[in-house]
């Protein structure tokens, strides 16, 4: 194996005090359902709404150093096929988060969370 030296690589491009970050993570999407009440066991209960929103702590973060000025955020994260995360990557690019390097896999769904949250 070669092992590279600092010398041997090219320079990188000048950012113009620019910092570019790039947090590494799993996306989500947290969908809550609120119930007047928890179900018993064995029964059904419908929600009353439901709601759907980003999460995982990586793309938390970027979305707070995104709002500063000279910060240029970018997201590693798996998502599912295109159609599957085209919602979750328009999403992040309105927040000014690069979504150059998600990771498809294709046939595959956006990783979700549900959370039941009882009014009661």
């Known amino acids: 194996m070669a ?17 570019r970050v790039l947090a590494i993570g ?20 419908r929600a009353q709404s439901v709601t759907r929103e980003r999460g995982g702590s990586a793309a938390n973060i970027l979305s707070l150093l995104a709002q500063f000025d000279g910060v240029s955020p970018y997201l ?5 096929s295109r159609r599957e995360s085209t919602r979750i990557e328009s999403e992040l690019g309105d927040l000014g988060i690069g979504t150059e390097f ?3 896999r294709e046939g595959e769904q956006v990783p979700t969370s549900y959370v039941m949250q009882s009014r009661s």
């Open 26 to 45: 799993t996306l989500y999407e947290i969908q809550t359902f609120y119930l007047d009440a928890f179900p018993d066991e064995g029964h059904k209960l």
């Open 76 to 80: 590693c994260a798996p998502v599912g």
């Open 102 to 104: 998600l990771v498809r």
């Open 3 to 19: 092992w590279l030296n600092k010398k041997d690589l090219p320079p990188l491009p000048s950012t113009h005090d620019n910092l």
